[in-house]
């Protein structure tokens, strides 16, 4: 019965890897039935009958031609979105809407194995507050780093709200590298906002409170509650925020909400808006109103207009005091040193955007049907001349409304996010009206001047939007992306109707994309989001990333980006026991690791170390073990270690979690603890 | 300055709730620039020229087309797949091949709260080992519920291959309910397949170990190692497994893969296939092979064929042993009794599959090129005339191959699983071919005998297929996707030609939808899979889920599906003490948690209870706490506890983390921990 199994073992080893390295160079046969060649485009014989029968409209057929991406085409762009709640950054192929990837950030994340390695869960230990892992964030702003005001596709980062935190994502590998706990509060939302060349990363606190640590009551809300603004330095060098160097300025415990840096004629100032100027302090007896109501009792809260580089000359001459061990810029500090301004804002404001040219603030006040737009140019004037309005409690000089304006459109009910195209028209969300609205730049289109263009609805309740690198200083125009918060009636119907009820309580979100290269907008994608709550995302040119598809060098450490002490070629998988300390070191290749069969003694403590030495494209191996919580992912050339102590007995197999070859269910192994 | 705050945020929380619940009159205007009414289909007037400006060929055009599901248009069917080592269930749109949600299961799940809040967190212990919580799953191979032999649509069961655990999620609210942890094994595969009826959740062990917590060396191998099939006992009125109902049977340590259970004739069979009958123990010296060798040097393994009908007789009348307190029938128990047969098969087989009439097995061999299809009628007559061709080394009698074989097709390399249609087809998946081939079961289409149809080219490594209800006794034909392990050059390109360059070094999977409706079969949509990697898939159609939109009363705890002892109604909020214990407990609502301020003393033990008390679809509420790791969803209707000790001093936003309102950032509240 025995026939030269090895040999045939090899040969399918051999026929999988070289198909593996090959590219294929025939089309795949889908193509072969229709009377046109593979080369020829156009409409095939049976597409009027298959729109016909399938039900859609003229619109449908155009706009499921203008986002269908044929097997072996590429998307032209990526959107990175925040996840939301989720903790996670998504990969989104435009115009497809294809799903590409879910980046594991503030989240544990088994299939890529994040946090369970222990270069991995050493990140995620860096964001620990008071000791206490924390294993979820809520992503809401991603940024990509940029060269002269536009993307340069070689970091993302993003903030968790939740805990106030700060992540860095090397997009070589779309993998974590950095997460920053910030030590004056637990909650962001201005953030990650970052100035044309990627100097700082900016992070402005939500809602105010003592400095992290303190305790207060609501009493002492204006004494002791406080908002902030981090600088973080980043060290494109090292590909890291270089804690050491960067700084705070306190803010008076007003909520500040987004912000964006300036360019052009801006570069240097970081402006965020902010709500509950009033101070509110909740509902604190039966009669108090709630935070919705008491926040939104003034007609006006305050654009906060920050000289980010006068604070660094300050930060850099020693002019702050520390509080939590982390340099901060006193307000009475900022104030004398000509760092921080205000300007009245419509009320309870959500997005503060710069225009392309630099020249224009826009925010929208989801309380006022209008976006009002400033100048830089009348604000600094009028920072030059004294012309304020006296100053905020905490003497923070006000400058006046209708002297900072440039203009006001009204476009409807809740504008919340703008972005830009490359033809001079900008695009803000309406929440409440469930549209989005075009408009034009006055100053870049003084044909039209500042004036409302056209709404299209979407369905529905849209928060932010995003342009195809809609917030650099060149907008790519052509793509939009409208991200909406609810989809009901979208991806599900009614049971009653023997309709597909949904997915249960917990819908999806609706991401629409829309064609703006027209006169008119055209929503041709509707996408269901059921892996998180994307709040902001921003759409880059796909042809900017130049990431890796395989690791430099056999062994790699993905954390620091060299190769690991630990690698393990082939020919030196070993075991080595050092009293109770146990080091197992292993490779992984197609199909199987080196060693096979492993014994310690319970109460051991393991260091395993596996280098996958595969070095073909998507030749990644997963590594599983029972019973001790082990899940790695090891992508072509990288290496990893877990540690653990060996405090179960018994038998444990560990295998290829990846289906990586026809011999892969036989990539395993047994780590057997002695009693 | 200040009018009427309190009005405004009514009128605007009034609209709002409005437009949530009436569903859109108009169509979304994008298709009003059609010279069409939105009732006439057909091709648009600009379809050519877009076919030709995008390069779309012919055939891509009848894709898109075929593929599209317009604004406010639902899919017909969903494919319910694995997560592979996501540890997750992922629900995708047919023919849409849109994502509409990922189930947390196995792994915690922030978006969703899952893991998180106490009625969560404890299913998830419940799957834990020796007190090891475990954080993720290496998910498999979905499960539908059944009822004579069709999709119910009531239930979804999963198996998590990496620590030998089976999950119930209830597909009226999607969520998980249950986990089992098997206490004889830490590996499964041949999970999780069901009876027609769903009595019994079927769960074969995968990598043959000692009885979990034994030791043993591989010198004891023969007789320590072994394998299981575990009759897992659904309660449906209950939706539960009933462990006390469950039982296991003993099988020789090979390494069972994958199983089916019968229908119609072979109702009350179950079958699993099995590889290294060698049972060869790996690589121990310089000079011993590696498992992928070794196991495959036999050119047969064994087909198990298993009454799972007498076993459960044997069970009831108490003919078993226990181990690890679990009822187990020994392997000369199931011999003696009628319950265990082998039968071989080709060698390093890995899908068994029930023809929809249930009259035949069909078993894929990776190593051999043919599928191998037996009879149940010649199985059962080799059995009652005791035609058997001697025993395995455990005593297991064994019918000879051509006896209950009923035909042999060779389809190429690499067969792995196969599916059928409504028209007599079967197609099973070329895992070194990269293809799916397409052929006819000759019982049911005499016209064309037990032949090869055709094969279509996949892109590549294809694993398992998933037919729309193609593995029911009914299925629907129409749809197959490939769930195609690698997709290298599919999502990425060439970075020196200036091609998006991929993910990096971790690709996406890469599903493919085929249209299986004509006569040739036709790639029709590339999907890329980068949140996990889906192993097995079953799509049913969408009308037979039946989903709860909206929790049926308030206070719902999902997991005892009733009201829950906590459930907080409006009015009812309050927070007590009872020593240093203190519950919470809170009301949210469009747009404020009641109460919103709260103050503990540190070192108090915090019990927190949070009904939602909105009754709107789609109005879910999150609550992040800062600093304390607290993410739960709340959707309409649901309440959840969660449980801390107040730890670390000091003032710890907490806010709703899902965008619900124009006000949602407003809604929040401190939680004060007092030195």
Redesign the interface.
């Known amino acids: ?3 030269g ?2 040999l ?2 090899f040969l ?1 080893s051999a ?2 890897v070289l ?2 390295c090959s ?2 160079t025939s089309p ?9 060649s ?11 009958a ?3 029968e ?22 032209e762009a ?1 959107m990175f979105a925040s ?5 996670q950054v998504i ?1 989104i ?1 435009i115009p497809s ?6 980046i594991g950030v503030f ?6 194995g994040w946090g ?1 390695s222990d270069e991995t869960r050493a990140v995620l230990e860096e964001g620990s ?2 000791g ?7 992503t809401h702003h991603p940024n990509i780093s940029e060269t002269n005001g536009e993307y340069d596709g070689e970091y993302l980062f993003i903030n968790d ?4 935190r700060i992540a860095v994502v090397d ?5 974590t590298k950095q997460i920053v706990k910030n030590p004056l509060t ?2 962001n ?1 201005g953030a990650t906002f970052i100035d044309p060349n990627t100097n700082y990363i900016f992070e402005a606190s ?2 105010a ?2 400095w ?7 009493d002492e809300y204006q004494e002791k ?1 406080r908002g902030s603004l981090t600088a973080w330095k980043f060290d494109r060098a090292k590909g890291r925020i270089d804690v050491e160097q960067s700084f705070a300025i306190e803010l008076p415990p007003y ?1 500040q ?1 987004l912000c964006d840096a300036g360019k052009g004629p801006s570069d240097g100032w970081v402006f965020c808006n902010s ?2 100027t009033e101070m509110a ?4 007896t039966e009669d108090d ?12 809260d305050y654009l906060h207009i920050v000289n980010w580089r006068k604070a660094e000359e300050v930060f850099k001459a020693g002019n702050f005091v520390r509080i939590n061990d982390f340099p901060v810029i006193p307000i009475e500090t900022a104030v004398k040193e000509g760092i921080l301004f205000f300007t009245p804002e419509p009320k ?1 404001p ?1 997005g503060v955007d710069v225009t392309p040219k630099g020249e224009h603030i826009v925010v929208g006040g ?2 006022d049907p209008h976006v009002s737009i400033y100048s830089i140019k009348k604000i600094e004037e009028a920072i030059a001349s004294g012309n304020f309005e006296g100053t905020d409690p905490y003497g923070v000089p006000i400058i006046p409304f209708d002297v900072a304006l440039e203009a006001q459109i009204e476009l409807g ?2 504008p919340l996010h703008t972005v830009f195209d490359d033809r001079g028209y900008a695009y803000t969300s309406l ?2 009206d ?1 549209a989005v609205a075009k408009w034009s730049i006055g100053s870049e289109r003084p044909e039209d001047g500042w004036k409302l263009i056209e709404k ?6 849209v ?1 932010h939007l995003a342009a195809l690198e809609g917030d650099t200083v060149k907008p790519g125009g052509k793509y939009l992306v409208a991200l909406n ?9 009614d ?1 009653e109707k ?11 979100q609706n991401l ?1 994309l829309i064609d703006i290269s027209g006169d ?9 989001m ?4 994307p ?1 902001y995302a921003q759409i880059i040119k ?2 900017r ?7 430099p060098e056999n062994g790699w450490d993905p954390m620091t980006h060299s190769v690991s002490p630990y690698a393990v070629a082939a020919g030196e998988e070993r075991i080595e026991r050092n009293g109770n300390e146990v080091h197992i070191y292993m490779t992984a290749i197609r ?2 690791f ?4 492993i ?1 310690v003694k319970k109460g051991d403590k393991v260091h395993w170390h596996i280098t996958n030495i595969d070095r073909a ?2 030749a ?1 191996h ?1 590594f ?6 082990v ?1 790695l ?1 090891l ?4 290496h990893a270690d877990f540690t653990f102590v060996a405090d ?6 560990f ?1 290829c ?4 070859s ?2 892969h ?6 780590l ?4």
């Open positions: 019965m025995r026939r199994p090895r045939l073992c399918l026929a999988l198909s593996a590219k294929p795949p046969s889908f193509e072969s039935p229709s009377p046109a593979g080369t020829v485009t156009g409409l095939s014989a049976d597409a009027a298959i729109a016909s399938r039900g859609l409209s003229p619109a449908d057929v155009a706009a499921a031609l203008k986002t269908y991406v044929p097997s072996g085409k590429l998307d990526v996840g939301g709640h989720s903790g990969a192929g809407m294809r799903i590409l990837k879910n989240t544990p994340e088994s299939w890529q369970y507050v008071e206490q892992l924390l294993t979820w964030g809520d709200k939740a805990n106030a997009l070589k590998d779309w993998e637990l909650s939302h939500q809602y409170m003592p992290t640590g303190e305790y207060a009551w609501m509650f909520w909400d709500i509950n302090t909740g509902k604190l109103p709630y935070f919705e109501t008491s926040t939104a009792a003034r007609d006006k309870s959500h989801k309380l009910i809740g929440f409440i469930s299209v609805p979407v369905q529905y309740n928060g918060k609810w989809s009901l009636d979208r991806f599900s119907g049971a023997g309709e597909f009820p949904g997915t249960g309580p917990l819908l999806p629409q008119t907008m055209q929503v041709i994608y509707d996408m269901p059921g892996i998180g709550e709040h796909a042809d990333l130049q990431s890796w598809s395989v690791y199909s199987h080196t060693p096979e069969n014994v494209k998507d990644v997963g599983g073990l029972a019973a001790y919580n899940a992912s992508e072509p050339g990288e179960k007995e018994g038998v444990f197999p295998y979690t990846e289906f990586c026809a011999l269910l036989e990539m395993m192994g047994y057997h603890v002695e009693p």
